[in-house]
């Protein structure tokens, strides 16, 4: 990978967030990244941050690249294929970031042949903790998807899921995030109704989602197993689950997950 040419196609908070993992984590060097974007002054800030070459031009970025991320809303997806499709070459392989877009429709809007792996990132990206799902076209080769891999690696983790899956991993991973910043703003708000300050109470209810989190992926544990751990007999963590149980947490989240993984698929039919 070190001497391959990574291209963006879009160099907003995804795309961005991607460079610097690759470049922090050694993947390529930053003068073999290269990135086209509309806004010009936040392309000369990355270039003068990063040291990547920049452009307005996307012709000049895939020209120059034998990886293409095109890292564009769903909405402008087709004008940029529709662009791109003269100077996409067998040599090149192309990973789309754009949720909701299925791998055919950029193997009917490229040339025959045309290699290309989907993968569904989330915005944890910018902080280098990314759950990332790759699904590989019926083009793209073994290596193909091991370059994946490595890329979407550098900023967190990554899998590989049949396409079929993608709308749940957009559901679960994408959306997650998002739910799971107002578990932490509840839980803080509870230590404030107690006494505690805001400050302490957000940096603790933080710190304590990502430590369950790391013990559940660290062990290989059941979540259960590890939540059986802290509920000792009559204690006071038996009662705070209670109350959960009682607001039918178990039910409200997967509900998130389904009611967003199927908004997903209306989105992809579009």
């Known amino acids: 990978m070190e001497n391959r040419k990574i291209g963006f196609i879009g160099a907003g908070k995804m795309g961005s967030a991607l460079m610097q993992g690759i470049i922090k ?9 290269s990135a086209s974007d509309v806004y010009e002054p936040f392309l000369k800030e990355l270039k003068t941050k990063l040291g990547i070459q920049v452009s307005t031009d996307n012709a000049i970025i895939v020209q120059a690249s034998d ?12 004008s940029v294929l529709a662009n791109l499709k003269t100077y996409i070459t067998s040599d090149k392989l192309v990973i789309s970031i754009a949720a909701g877009v299925p791998l055919s429709t950029y193997e009917d809007a490229l040339p025959e042949g045309t290699r290309v792996v989907r993968v569904m990132p989330n915005i944890a990206a910018t902080v280098s903790e990314a759950a990332s799902a790759i699904s590989p076209g019926k083009n793209a080769t073994s290596e193909d998807l091991r370059a994946a891999l490595a890329i979407f690696s550098a900023v967190g983790t990554a899998v590989q899921v049949p396409e079929s ?10 959306s997650g995030p998002a739910f799971i910043f107002p578990v932490i703003e509840a839980m803080a708000d509870g230590a404030v109704l107690e006494g505690m300050d805001r400050k302490s109470a957000l940096t603790l209810a933080a ?16 979540p259960g197993e590890l939540k059986d751990m802290v509920t000792s007999p009559a204690g006071t963590t038996i009662q705070g689950i209670h109350a959960l149980e009682e607001a039918g947490i178990r039910a409200a989240f997967m509900n998130a997950v389904i009611r967003a993984s199927e908004r997903s698929k209306e989105l992809g039919k579009k």
């Open 25 to 33: 984590a050694g993947i390529v060097n930053s003068e073999n990244i």
């Open 67 to 78: 990886i293409l991320i095109l890292a564009v809303k769903p909405q402008t997806l087709g």
């Open 165 to 174: 899956l993608m709308d749940a991993v957009t559901g679960l991973s994408g």
């Open 207 to 222: 710190q304590t989602v990502l430590g369950a989190a790391k013990m559940v992926l660290e062990t290989g544990m059941h």
